[in-house]
């Protein structure tokens, strides 16, 4: 078991501090919840981590295949086009010595290889939610490439129309453990976006995790992104074997990288 | 009529124990199991106790994972017998089992550290059985192929026999069946309370098991699974964490030998 999980590779998040405090970056085989204010860059991770889950082997990735469960519409396609050229262009620069490289890997390199290997589902009711995620796992039998399944966000339509909470309770903990099942059985990463939610709590309004107590259970790890003044900060919330800790990055044009240089930064929109 | 067939009413009634039967039992048989976080083990009068059912409950994120994995860890450091380790979430690490007996202080003392690392890690791995679990069936079936293997004598070792059985959580298993109108849910909870406290008792297993919290109405938070679990184990922790920190907090809420209230607080090492 433990050579198996050294030679697990992870799923890199495009910026180097984050990959740090995840251990090497997403991890397969595991669920891992991402939650934050709306714009703190949610949706632009879940993109990037579409797309560097198709690195080729050849380059030091998983070279798989990605779904993407859309619940909110916020996948902009010309965006994705974009971060899959400033990933190519990333991977070029770090491989200058690409004549040794197999040349098909090369020709692979192109944009729309990138967008054409991210399996795209679009739901627009929390039936279809549950429906598609029973869908999974036949899906994933026929299509064993695939190596991360993106919900972008698990949370949006649970909040809305559900009067029964015992039940949204009950579905949303049967949900969690398919996924968890998935993860485990295919070797894939499953990463669920979240949004946050005022909660009232020793007397202060606090921000917290949409979905409640028991939904926070339902996750391998979690991260929380955050703004700290102008800056996206990311903090490691829970781990079963790693530390909390944070980690800064930024979304720029390419991407989300690390945050060093800090010329292309989309800044915060208030 | 006499029917040979039937055991007569004294077979089937179980052995009848005395008072010094039951005390020779106790000291010779129910050993502490410790688990290894000093503040937990004092908490414990000792640690997990043999035949005995421990939860471990706390709101996300508090420790429960890093108790279960730490117990697991030392019992088959210890080479005190078998660990199953049932995972609901993709938790159980190798290299987390690795990190905790290399930073044992425990293991330095008695001098169990001279051997190679992965030989240590190898054998400890061996003692440790360890099966992800997704839904509240698959449970009902581990736990009677349990009852089956232990009662031939078949889970053990190379001589020694099964100590303790990990549940990491219960309550994610319970979530989606428990709560609404129909009773199925709560019944099968029993079931399975029933079930885990014949295995205790019968084969001398001490049983973890961790809970998550829910709210109880005005911000507070309770464990989970009602009022009907309240009962079924024989010791109840809760666990706290602040945040940022990796200093936790350990209540007893419930024990069968020391007042409840009483707090510890234990530090993961990372």
């Not at chain 1, 902009?76 to 990933?87: D, K, P, S, W």
């Not at chain 1, 197999?102 to 929390?126: G, N, T, W």
């Not at chain 2, 078998?82 to 001098?111: H, K, P, Q």
Request: proline share 3%; net charge neutral.
């Amino acid at each position: 078991m433990l050579s198996e999980e050294q030679s697990q590779k992870h799923i890199t998040t495009g910026s180097g501090d984050l990959n740090n405090i995840l251990g090497g970056g997403i991890h397969c085989k595991e669920v891992t919840e991402i939650g934050g204010v709306p714009g703190v860059g949610k949706t632009q991770l879940g993109i990037q981590l579409a797309i560097n889950v198709q690195i080729p082997v050849e380059y030091g990735g998983l070279g798989g295949k990605a779904v993407y469960i859309d619940t909110e519409g916020s996948f902009m396609v010309e965006r994705v086009y974009q971060i899959a050229e400033g990933c190519i262009s990333d991977i070029l620069e770090h491989f200058p010595h690409s004549h040794e490289k197999s040349s098909f890997a090369q020709k692979q390199l192109q944009p729309e290889h990138f967008l054409a290997d991210i399996y795209y589902f679009r739901v627009c009711s929390y039936t279809e939610q549950i429906a598609a995620i029973n869908y999974l796992e036949k899906f994933l039998g026929e299509h064993k490439d695939v190596r991360i399944v993106i919900i972008d966000s698990v949370t949006f339509h649970f909040r809305q129309d559900f009067d029964d909470m015992a039940l949204r309770t009950r579905v949303l903990s049967g949900l969690s453990l398919k996924l968890m099942k998935i993860a485990k059985a295919y070797n894939l990463a499953v990463v669920l976006l979240n949004q946050v939610t005022t909660k009232f709590a020793e007397g202060s309004f606090q921000l917290t995790l949409a979905l409640g107590d028991s939904w926070s259970h339902s996750c391998t790890n979690r991260l929380i992104l955050y703004w700290n003044g102008n800056d996206r900060y990311a903090y490691l919330d829970k781990s079963p074997s790693l530390p909390v800790a944070s980690a800064p990055y930024a979304v720029t044009g390419k991407g989300v990288r690390d945050a060093g240089n800090s010329n292309h930064k989309r800044v915060r929109v208030t | 009529m006499m029917n040979h067939d039937q055991p007569s009413a004294k077979d089937q009634c179980g052995k009848i124990w005395s008072g010094i039967q039951l005390l020779k039992d106790t000291t010779e048989n129910k050993h502490f199991l410790p688990t290894g976080l000093e503040g937990i083990d004092t908490l414990l009068g000792g640690g997990l106790r043999q035949g005995q059912l421990t939860e471990v409950t706390g709101p996300s994120s508090s420790g429960k994972t890093q108790v279960c994995l730490h117990s697991a860890s030392l019992v088959a450091a210890k080479n005190m017998g078998v660990v199953m380790y049932l995972d609901t979430s993709n938790s159980f690490s190798a290299s987390r089992v690795a990190t905790i007996i290399d930073g044992s202080s425990d293991l330095f003392e008695l001098g169990l550290d001279l051997q190679p690392k992965d030989m240590r890690l190898k054998s400890v791995m061996r003692s440790i059985i360890c099966e992800s679990v997704f839904d509240i069936f698959a449970l009902f079936e581990v736990l009677h192929q349990l009852e089956v293997s232990l009662l031939n004598d078949k889970v053990n070792n190379g001589g020694s026999k099964m100590c303790l059985l990990i549940i990491d959580s219960i309550s994610s298993l319970l979530a989606p069946i428990i709560g609404g109108k129909y009773p199925q849910g709560r019944s099968m909870m029993i079931s399975v309370a029933m079930i885990l406290k014949k295995l205790a008792d019968e084969h001398n297993l001490s049983v973890l098991v961790t809970n998550h919290m829910v709210s109880a109405g005005n911000g507070a938070v309770k464990p989970a699974l009602g009022e009907s679990w309240r009962a079924v184990p024989h010791v109840r922790l809760v666990l706290s964490r602040e945040c940022g920190s990796n200093i936790c907090t350990a209540t007893v809420l419930k024990h069968t030998l020391k007042a409840s209230g009483r707090t510890a607080k234990f530090v993961v090492p990372s």
